[in-house]
């Protein structure tokens, strides 16, 4: 764990350990400067530790595209809206031992704002989400990962009923942008925050 922490400093990423989810929680909203705007990608792991709830129902200026019943067009608003936001809060699908996040997403908000955008970043990863090398990420994320979380969603793809990706051309598709983030510039070096939580977390 030391070596993947130096590592991550390494490549001008800050990172932590929490012990458990209320560390973790804790650690993550002392993260957010006074008055900032917050949002979130979509993440198992932010709901499992308490951070989305905690944002949403506390004094956080939140933009929450998350909200139950706003319209299509309001939700895609604050998407973008949430990729200025001050603080953008997310997981990743997959931390190599080289320090690499590996990302899959849809429509690709969540990992666009990860790259550029938000003057910070605080991504929140469970350790079963550690892997060895950017090869055993891709495996996690279309073996597993990625066939989880369209069953989860209900999408009407071929993995979500066999567990298996197919590389399927399903317009219901989830996964159309895949990205690796290799580090942060020198002057990023205080933007994207890693807390690695001792706990299974997430998808
Ligand atoms: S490419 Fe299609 S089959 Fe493969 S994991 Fe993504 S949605 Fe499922």
Redesign the pocket.
Known sequence: MEKLLEKLRSKNIQAYVARDCGEARDLALSLIPPGATVAMGNSATLRETGIFDSLVNGAYNVINQFEPGIPAAENLKRRKAGMLADVYFTSANALTLDGELVN?DGKGNRVAAMMFGPDKVVIVVGENKIVKNQDEAWRR??EKA??A??EKLG?A????KTG???????P????RCYTVINGQMPVDKDRIHVIIVKERLGI
């Open positions: 899959i994320l279309k990625a066939p979380l369209a999408r793809t071929p993995c979500a298996v990706c197919s590389d399927c051309s399903s219901e598709r989830i996964c």
